[in-house]
């Protein structure tokens, strides 16, 4: 049977609800040959999730899927094979985990605008490790009944374009891929379908993108294959991935979106060449 590799998957340590080691194990049970731990600004659980792939056979691709803000829009830049201890990414991540607490602060503040009442402290103590995020906001809403549903907090309060969303994340794409080049990783564009701007992307080539996203939950196969010939003309590597939250989000099932393994393998390639000339 072919090799498949499942390249974007959030633990614990952002705003997914499993440990790496449950993460690896559920990987195991899927029958996947490898995963990319990409938490949202964290690379804390990579090494758990190394030890666990000892125990489960599963390869773990280190990965981190960094925030960055454009035109006031919220890109997702995600960094594969990277080396974390490397200087300007370890500063980078601490830098935007740091302001994603102050960002649960100023949204906190927004919300009071508009009567809707919660506190700092409940938000926090749904993450106990890692970054926090507007999911953690959105299930403390929930769980206080604030809202119906997570959906809903999105929809009417936090979503992009609703009225208590801050942004915060005031470092551009083309740093962030230059962070990810420095630190021998390659820097892949996530999830274009989820930004529409694909006037960005010749942008980001100039400061030296590897790839898209091509293969994400919840995509028409018409947007898909759009994106797969956009890659194909452009020279960037396709790279794909469940997006999978564990309970977070349920409408993306680990293993839901796959790619080959000649995947991993042209990535490890692009990593060795970007690391021969830094
Ligand atoms: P943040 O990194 O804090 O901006 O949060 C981004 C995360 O919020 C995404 O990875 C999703 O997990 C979640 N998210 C964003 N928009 C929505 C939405 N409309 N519905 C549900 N979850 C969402
Ligand atoms: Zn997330
Ligand atoms: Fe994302
Ligand atoms: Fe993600």
Redo the contacts with the bound molecule.
Sequence with gaps: MQKRADLHV?TYY??GTFSPEETVKEAKRLNLDAIAICD??CADGIDEALEASKKYGVEIIPGV?F?CEKEGI?I?MLGYLIDVKRKSVSKLLKDLRER?VQ?IYDMVDKLKKCNVQISPESVFSLSERG????????QAMYNQNLVTS??E???KY???DAPCYVSR?NITPEETIKAILESGGVPVYAHPAVMGRDDFIPEFMKAGLRGLEVYHTDQRNSVTKRYKNLADKLGLLTTGGS?W?GL??KKSPMGGVTVPYSTVEALKKEASEIRSHV
Aim: no cysteine; proline share 0%.
């Design positions: 959030h952002s705003d949202h600004d899927e925030t919220e997702h994603r960002r970054t926090i995020g507007r999911l953690h906001l959105a997570v959906k907090a999105f929809n936090i979503g992009d994340f997006d939250h977070g989000k």
